[in-house]
């Protein structure tokens, strides 16, 4: 004898109610699909001006107003085929650089002068900051880290941001300098980079033997 148990008789009408509950559910995430695909911001994307591990607002305080600074002059920065003058005074890229090395590319630069070469500067000093939105779109123009640690190097170990190398253009100036740098104690330290010197020789002696980029320890 088959047994019909009173449970299954009225189970009708609560699977209705789940399929009414599941419809709903479908309808109100195709609509939040529809939104989102409309361009209807989303509400959390509000919250990333915040710093990074800064505490949430406090009652009745103003709300910190944080935005990334750009790149300036405070930073070294210079943009691409810009070039200053190295006589330039109050620039960072310039007064921030070693003293020795900014009077040493001084001294060449009148000596350049004298031959009708007219040198500038197409950087010097660099803020961490800087070297590393340079680091950066390095890797993203190479689209390899190990390529781009040829041509740009770490905050942490560049030249540039101790304030111990220049970059000198245009390129005649930049071959004037390998040819005649020395005689100021200006060396070209990295094969690959012309254009790029710092003090490594005693001035009038000879420049050691540049190294393969800026990767070669
Ligand atoms: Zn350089």
Redesign the pocket.
């Known amino acids: 004898m088959v047994r019909v148990s009173p449970r299954s008789r009225v189970a009708g009408r609560p699977t209705v109610v789940l399929a009414v509950v599941a419809v709903v559910a479908v309808l109100v995430t195709v609509t939040a699909l529809l939104l989102a695909a409309l361009g209807t911001p989303a509400p959390a994307a509000r919250g990333t001006a915040e710093p990074p591990g800064g505490g949430g607002p406090t009652l009745g305080a103003e709300l910190p107003v944080t935005r990334f600074t750009p790149l300036g002059e405070d930073d070294g920065y210079l943009g691409e085929g810009e070039g200053v003058s190295p006589f330039a005074e109050d620039l960072p890229l310039l007064t921030r650089m070693d003293p020795d090395l900014l009077a040493a590319v001084r001294a060449a630069a009148t000596a350049a002068e004298a031959d009708g070469v007219d040198v500038v500067v197409t950087?010097g000093w660099r803020s961490k900051r800087y070297q590393r939105f340079l680091l950066d779109a390095a890797v993203t123009t190479y689209a390899d880290e190990e390529e781009a640690a040829r041509w740009v190097a770490t905050p942490e170990a560049s030249?540039?941001v101790s304030g111990e190398?220049?970059?000198i253009g245009r390129t005649d100036a930049a071959d004037w300098m390998g040819r005649f740098g020395a005689a100021h104690g200006l060396c070209r330290t990295?094969a690959n980079?012309m254009?790029?010197f710092e003090l490594a020789v005693e001035p009038g002696g000879t420049c050691p033997a540049p190294r393969p980029d800026a990767s070669a320890g």
């Open positions: 950087s030249s540039h190398a220049v970059d990295f980079e254009w790029h």
